[in-house]
């Protein structure tokens, strides 16, 4: 069992659940997850619990993952590791477990790792019963009852975890009632209880800079790339009505801020570490075009050297504002499309044309320099023959320099989702977990006969995956010349080596 500290050490061990390692251990997630980083920050300033922050998705690997291979064989070996627990990869997460003793254990939960967390889960507790797990992340905050069906799961956060991973563990540290915290649920008397909602940050400057604490909390931080950091955000909330996507349930559909004088000093920090690239991990860059212009303009004046990029919505998007974020450095965009029917992407609300979206790519890459990625999904439950055919044929016809596909996959707690259990799509016994994006059994479809789908489904992997391997790569060549410079700068300033 376990040797837990005196007291006055509470420790608290953030998590992030293997995932893509399950389909291939020298696959991962080579990064320093935003919501450990956010989390570890916040509770190390205002708390007196020592934390440790462990990414089970790193790998040190840069090895690449095609859709093919997540659908086919990889599927196979993703199922044998939630199987088997015994070895591999959970030897690690158990070794970790142990190694740091916690007091009480946080696991980052989305939809597709939730058997994984369920799995760490029961670790921590065979490591040492006395262990509190907490689970917070964008599942729970949308599936919390469900959530809590887990026995080995003790507390669910819902919302935003900063402020209430702080009140939570000073409420565990003084032994007062777990029901005075606002956002979570947890079992009190073999009773699951539910706190009313916890109110949504309201100055984002206030939060620590997550790089910031890296050195201290982050295990194997020396082992990690200085690439690892290079993810940032300026804005929460989206105030679009997407009905596949649960991001307003996390973080609202009002779009919050950071100070644009707080973003630029995050950036040039990061810039002092040696990096020249960053990434805005925003659900929607460019929401308010003041904001916008200014943080632009911010850049460009203090930031010398910087390149970025950012996700953005089809209707934010006009030549002024293109060519002010590329002045600034911009050199990658993603562009959700998702569907090439008119009438699906009515349905699923995007709000846009596929006129509209074919136009807008077409003025980004005719700005130059700025490497495109679109968003397609295939599958949804209004999905006929047609559309997937118009789907097909708008993935091969878009001006873009590669594509990101996915499978539908309908996620508990959106509209989609409650649209396929009306419609029988959805048993009682939906486990999640075995339903991502590129999943083989994914198949919501009931206008398409299942084999039709697979072939249909097979015909858009294979076009995906070669237009991604013949195309301009410009965004890889961007960020290796850009980790070779970091490198170089790190080295000068610290005046020590650090693999790159």
Sequence with gaps: MAQHQPQNERRILLVEPPFYRLYDTRFGVNIFPLSLGYLSAAIMSRTSWKVQAYNAEFSGQQVGISIDFLMKKGYKSYLNSLENTSGGIWEEVKAAIADFAPDVLGITCKSQNFASVRIVARLAKEIDKEIIVVVGGPHPSMDGVNVMKCPDIDICVRGEG?????????????????????????????????TPPRSYIGDLDSLPFPHEVAPEVLKDYSRYPLTAFHRIFAIRGCPFNCSFCGSRYVWS???????VENVVRQIQSLQKMGLTFIHFDDDTFGVNKEYIRDLCHAI????P????????????????????????????????????SNRMLELIRKGITVEKALSVCEMIKGVGGIHLNTFFMAGFPQETEETLRDTCNVMEAVKCDSISFSIFTPYPGTELFELCKERGLIGSDFDISLYNHQSPNNYFCPNIPRQKFRELVSEMVRLVDAKNRRGTSLF???????????????KQRMKVGRPA
């Design 162 to 194: 900063e402020e209430t991973a702080v009140e939570l563990l000073s409420a565990i540290d003084e032994g007062k009632d777990w029901g005075d915290v606002s956002g979570i649920m947890f079992r009190k008397n073999g009773d699951v209880c539910q």
């Design 253 to 259: 559909r009002r779009a919050r801020h950071r100070s």
């Design 300 to 303: 460009k004046s203090n930031c």
């Design 305 to 340: 050297g910087l390149t970025w990029g950012s996700e953005i919505h089809v209707n934010l998007v006009d030549r002024e504002t293109i060519g002010l974020m590329k002045s600034a450095g911009c050199v990658f965009l993603q562009l959700g499309i998702e569907s090439g």
């Design 476 to 490: 890889r060549r961007v960020r290796e010349l850009g980790l070779r410079e970091s490198f170089r700068r790190f």
